[in-house]
C-alpha cells in the first residue's frame, strides 16, 4: 500500500445491486475498483447480482432491484400515495434481514470503508438502502456514497407512499457518510435540496492504457450482424430508451442518402419497457433507413451463445465504427461518449444538460446538435466519413482531452483525499458494534 495512505485503511467494500453487465453504475464500479486495487487496497462486493470472482464477494439476493420481492414493493410504493400496513412491515422485514448479513460480511471481509453505489441515490430497493443506513450507523464505519442518478430526477418516482423511506435512505443525511456525485449540475442540485456537501468526480476510462488493436476475432461482428465490408457502421451505443434520443441516428442516416450507411443499435431497452423500441422500429421504418439491434450479439464479455452463436464485447465492436451517434436528450454523465472517445472514434453528439456543463468545456471535437440536425451537421458528418486525416486530426485530440480530464487518475486523486480525512481515518479503527 502506498505509505501516504492510512495503515488502519486496507479493505473496501463496495454494497450495490448488482455488478454485472454493461450499465453504467456497473462499469464505474468495476473502474474505481480498478483504480483503488492500484492504489493498494483490496476490494470486495456486497451485492444482488456479480461477475465478479466469488472469493470476493458475499451474494444478498434480496439486494437486487430485480429481486420478486422487491420488485413487488416497487409495484406497490410507487405510483400511489396510500400505503398499506402490510408494505410498510414488507419493507422494514427486509431491510432488517439485509441488514443482518450485510453487517456479516463487513465481519467477514474485514471491510474499513463501504462504497455504496447508487444504492443510496435512487430507491430502486428500498430496504437495501435503509439497511446500509442502518449498518453504517450501528457499525460507525466509513461510507462513500457515489450518486449518479437522483430520485429526483425520474418521472416515475415522484408519485409514491413511501416519502419517509426515501427521505431517510435516498440520500442519507450521516456524518459517516461522504457524498460524490458524477457532474456538477448533480452535486448542486443534491446540496440544494439536503443541505448537504457534495463532491464531483466524473465518470471516467483507463486512457492512461491505450485500447488493444482489433483481432480477428473481434473483425467477426460485421459479418455476423449481416453487414458487408464495404458498409459504414454507424454505432448507437446505448439501451433504447426515450431519453437517447435514438431517432436522430435514424434521421442522419436518412439525410446522408447513403445505402452502405447501417445504424446498429447495441442494447436493449432494460428495465423501461420496449414502446420506444417500437417506435423507433416504426420511424426507421417509415425512413427506410436499416437498423439492426444487436443486443444478441453484444454481452460484458465476448464469448458463444449455447447454440453457439459469437458474441462480442464493446470493445470489439466500438473500434470498428466508422462513426458514434449520441443524440441524448439528458444523460447522468455519458460513459458512451468516453467510450467513443477512448476507442478513437468520431462522435455525433447532442449537447446535453451535463455535456454543456461538464464535458463540453474540455476542449472535445465532435459534431454537435442542438436539439435537431441540421444540413452542416450532416455536412461534417459527410467529411469525417470521407476525410480521414481531418477525422484522424479530430479523435486523436479527443483522446489527449480525455487523458488530461477523464483518465483514472482523476478518480485517485479524489478518493485518495476522501480516505485520508480525519473522520474516515478515526471511525477506520472503530470497534466492531453489536
Same mark, same amino acid.
Given at each position: 500500500?502506498?505509505?501516504?495512505?492510512?495503515?488502519?485503511?486496507?479493505?473496501?467494500?463496495?454494497?450495490?445491486?448488482? =455488478?454485472?453487465?454493461?450499465?453504467?453504475?456497473?462499469?464505474?464500479?468495476?473502474?474505481?475498483?480498478?483504480?483503488?486495487?492500484?492504489?493498494?487496497?483490496?476490494?470486495?462486493? /456486497?451485492?444482488?447480482?456479480?461477475?465478479?470472482?466469488?472469493?470476493?464477494? #458475499?451474494?444478498?439476493?434480496?439486494?437486487?432491484?430485480?429481486?420478486? @420481492?422487491?420488485?413487488?414493493?416497487?409495484?406497490? !410504493?410507487?405510483?400511489?400515495?396510500?400505503?398499506?400496513?402490510?408494505?410498510?412491515?414488507?419493507?422494514?422485514?427486509?431491510?432488517?434481514?439485509?441488514?443482518?448479513? $450485510?453487517?456479516?460480511? #463487513?465481519?467477514?471481509?474485514?471491510?474499513?470503508?463501504? /462504497?455504496?453505489?447508487?444504492?443510496?441515490?435512487?430507491?430502486?430497493?428500498?430496504?437495501?438502502?435503509?439497511?446500509?443506513?442502518? !449498518?453504517?450507523?450501528?457499525?460507525?464505519?466509513?461510507?462513500?456514497?457515489?450518486?449518479?442518478?437522483?430520485?429526483?430526477?425520474?418521472?416515475?418516482? $415522484?408519485?409514491?407512499?413511501?416519502?419517509?423511506?426515501?427521505?431517510?435512505?435516498? %440520500?442519507?443525511?450521516?456524518?459517516?457518510?461522504?457524498?460524490?456525485?458524477?457532474?456538477?449540475?448533480?452535486?448542486?442540485?443534491?446540496?440544494?435540496?439536503?443541505?448537504?456537501?457534495?463532491? /464531483?468526480?466524473?465518470?471516467?476510462?483507463?486512457?492512461?492504457?491505450?485500447?488493444?488493436?482489433?483481432?480477428?476475432? !473481434?473483425?467477426?461482428? @460485421?459479418?455476423? /450482424?449481416?453487414?458487408?465490408?464495404?458498409?459504414?457502421?454507424?454505432?448507437?451505443?446505448?439501451?433504447?430508451?426515450?431519453?437517447?434520443? =435514438?431517432?436522430?441516428?435514424?434521421?442522419?442516416?436518412?439525410?446522408?442518402?447513403?445505402?452502405?450507411?447501417? $445504424?446498429?443499435?447495441?442494447?436493449?431497452?432494460?428495465?423501461?419497457?420496449?414502446?420506444?423500441?417500437?417506435? #423507433?422500429?416504426?420511424?426507421?421504418?417509415?425512413?427506410?433507413?436499416?437498423?439492426? +439491434?444487436?443486443?444478441?450479439?453484444?454481452? %460484458?464479455?465476448?464469448?458463444?451463445?449455447?447454440?453457439?452463436?459469437?458474441?462480442?464485447?464493446?470493445?470489439?465492436?466500438?473500434?470498428?465504427?466508422? $462513426?458514434?451517434?449520441?443524440?441524448?436528450?439528458?444523460?447522468? +454523465?455519458?460513459?458512451?461518449?468516453?467510450?467513443?472517445?477512448?476507442?478513437?472514434?468520431?462522435?455525433?453528439?447532442?449537447?446535453?444538460? #451535463?455535456?454543456?456543463?461538464?464535458?463540453? %468545456?474540455?476542449?472535445?471535437?465532435?459534431?454537435?446538435?442542438?436539439?435537431?440536425?441540421?444540413?452542416? !451537421?450532416?455536412?461534417?458528418?459527410?467529411?469525417?466519413?470521407?476525410?480521414?486525416?481531418?477525422?484522424?486530426?479530430?479523435?486523436?485530440?479527443?483522446?489527449?482531452?480525455?487523458?488530461?480530464?477523464?483518465?483514472?487518475?482523476?478518480?485517485?486523486?479524489?478518493?485518495?483525499?476522501?480516505?485520508?480525512?480525519?473522520?474516515?481515518?478515526?471511525?477506520?479503527?472503530?470497534?466492531?458494534?453489536?
Amino acid at each position: 500500500m502506498h505509505s501516504n495512505l492510512p495503515s488502519n485503511v486496507r479493505r473496501i467494500g463496495f454494497v450495490v445491486t448488482r =455488478i454485472a453487465g454493461t450499465d453504467g453504475v456497473s462499469l464505474e464500479t468495476k473502474k474505481w475498483a480498478d483504480v483503488l486495487e492500484g492504489m493498494g487496497l483490496e476490494c470486495c462486493y /456486497i451485492t444482488g447480482q456479480s461477475d465478479r470472482p466469488p472469493e470476493q464477494t #458475499v451474494l444478498i439476493e434480496e439486494a437486487h432491484f430485480q429481486h420478486p @420481492r422487491i420488485a413487488a414493493i416497487n409495484r406497490r !410504493a410507487f405510483g400511489s400515495e396510500q400505503r398499506s400496513s402490510d408494505l410498510t412491515d414488507e419493507i422494514t422485514e427486509l431491510a432488517g434481514n439485509i441488514r443482518t448479513r $450485510l453487517k456479516s460480511a #463487513v465481519e467477514q471481509f474485514g471491510i474499513d470503508v463501504l /462504497i455504496a453505489e447508487n444504492s443510496l441515490t435512487i430507491p430502486m430497493n428500498i430496504p437495501l438502502g435503509l439497511a446500509i443506513v442502518h !449498518a453504517v450507523q450501528e457499525l460507525n464505519i466509513p461510507c462513500i456514497a457515489h450518486h449518479h442518478d437522483f430520485h429526483w430526477e425520474r418521472e416515475r418516482f $415522484l408519485v409514491n407512499s413511501v416519502d419517509d423511506f426515501v427521505r431517510a435512505a435516498f %440520500p442519507p443525511a450521516l456524518k459517516q457518510i461522504e457524498h460524490v456525485a458524477i457532474n456538477s449540475q448533480a452535486a448542486e442540485e443534491f446540496s440544494r435540496r439536503t443541505g448537504l456537501a457534495c463532491r /464531483i468526480i466524473p465518470n471516467v476510462m483507463d486512457f492512461a492504457n491505450p485500447p488493444k488493436l482489433v483481432d480477428d476475432y !473481434a473483425l467477426r461482428f @460485421r459479418q455476423t /450482424i449481416g453487414l458487408r465490408d464495404d458498409d459504414l457502421l454507424i454505432l448507437q451505443p446505448t439501451r433504447v430508451v426515450a431519453r437517447k434520443g =435514438i431517432e436522430h441516428a435514424v434521421e442522419l442516416i436518412r439525410w446522408l442518402d447513403d445505402p452502405r450507411a447501417k $445504424l446498429v443499435i447495441t442494447h436493449a431497452s432494460g428495465d423501461e419497457g420496449d414502446s420506444y423500441a417500437r417506435r #423507433v422500429r416504426r420511424f426507421a421504418d417509415l425512413l427506410g433507413v436499416e437498423v439492426t +439491434f444487436a443486443e444478441k450479439w453484444i454481452a %460484458p464479455e465476448r464469448g458463444e451463445t449455447p447454440d453457439g452463436q459469437p458474441v462480442f464485447a464493446i470493445s470489439d465492436v466500438m473500434p470498428q465504427a466508422d $462513426l458514434v451517434t449520441y443524440p441524448s436528450t439528458y444523460e447522468g +454523465f455519458g460513459n458512451a461518449f468516453l467510450e467513443a472517445v477512448y476507442y478513437k472514434r468520431p462522435i455525433v453528439c447532442n449537447r446535453y444538460a #451535463v455535456f454543456r456543463t461538464d464535458i463540453e %468545456p474540455s476542449g472535445f471535437r465532435t459534431i454537435l446538435l442542438d436539439g435537431y440536425l441540421t444540413d452542416e !451537421a450532416v455536412a461534417e458528418v459527410r467529411r469525417v466519413l470521407t476525410d480521414n486525416s481531418y477525422c484522424l486530426e479530430m479523435v486523436e485530440q479527443n483522446y489527449n482531452v480525455g487523458h488530461q480530464f477523464f483518465s483514472y487518475n482523476v478518480v485517485e486523486e479524489e478518493l485518495r483525499s476522501i480516505l485520508r480525512r480525519p473522520q474516515t481515518v478515526c471511525r477506520c479503527g472503530r470497534a466492531t458494534a453489536g
